[in-house]
């Protein structure tokens, strides 16, 4: 079956601008992470949705922000972008949540100016 | 708060060998522990998963332990490739919590 992906793969923002991300999970999964992970800080956990309610929420400021559809496909934005938010962002899907095998997607490369 | 730590950093070693990859945390009061590898630009990849009550995971040449009580993993990998070259993350799963706490890597390189 098709695995996690991710659109774009790679974004060049400005600073200032706002970015949506996109993942869609595995058909069947139901819950759907984000972890940005950078050079400095490594995997970091963003937010963790289930069923299109946001169940954990990393040490992240307010500008990052993610939601669920009904489909389980997920979306996450920030606003206001900075440049420290160049990073890899990775989402990760399984059945029933974090305690299940996690399956990533290729991520999506953000580069902010 | 739950600290992840992977030693080596780095290690390089020629085709053919076994290896062990260290992964210690901090809290003992995790749910389950996750290896993956993750080639350079790339997702990662899920190898094994160990539950809490479990002591090791087997998957091909790879053997995964988890010792709970002294809060170290290791992942044994025998007759080492060169594709088995990437970076290997263990993440594990705080009891009562939805996300991975993951440590910073192992970069492994095997030379043909």
């Known amino acids: 079956k098709a695995g996690v992906t991710q659109t774009p793969r790679y974004l060049i923002k400005t600073r200032g601008q706002q970015v949506t991300l996109s993942c869609s999970p595995i058909?069947?999964?139901?819950?759907v992470s984000w972890y940005q992970q950078t050079p400095g800080q490594g995997l970091q956990f963003l937010f963790e949705y289930f069923s299109e309610t946001q169940r954990n929420k990393g040490n992240f400021p307010g500008r990052f922000s993610g939601r669920q559809f009904s489909n389980s496909r997920s979306e996450m934005n920030v606003s206001t972008l900075e440049l420290g938010d160049s990073a890899l962002y990775l989402c990760?899907?399984?059945?029933?949540?974090?305690?299940?095998?996690?399956?990533f997607g290729p991520g999506t490369r953000l580069t902010v100016l | 708060k739950q600290e992840v730590t992977q030693i080596p950093a780095a290690l390089s070693v020629p085709e053919g060998e076994n290896l062990v990859l260290n992964c210690s945390f901090t809290?003992?009061?995790?749910?389950?522990l996750q290896w993956f590898r993750q080639d350079p630009g790339k997702g990662l990849t899920s190898l094994l998963l160990i539950q809490s009550s479990q002591r090791e995971q087997t998957s091909g040449r790879l053997n995964a332990s988890l010792d709970k009580s002294s809060g170290r993993s290791t992942l044994y990998i025998a007759a080492s490739q060169p594709g088995d070259s990437a970076t290997y993350l263990c993440?594990?799963?705080?009891?009562?919590?939805?996300?991975?706490?993951f440590g910073q890597g192992t970069r492994l390189t095997i030379n043909p």
């Open positions: 990760a899907s399984s059945r029933a949540g974090a305690r299940d095998t996690q399956y």
């Open positions: 058909s069947g999964h139901r819950s």
């Open positions: 809290d003992s009061a995790i749910y389950n």
């Open positions: 993440a594990v799963i705080i009891q009562g919590a939805q996300k991975l706490v």
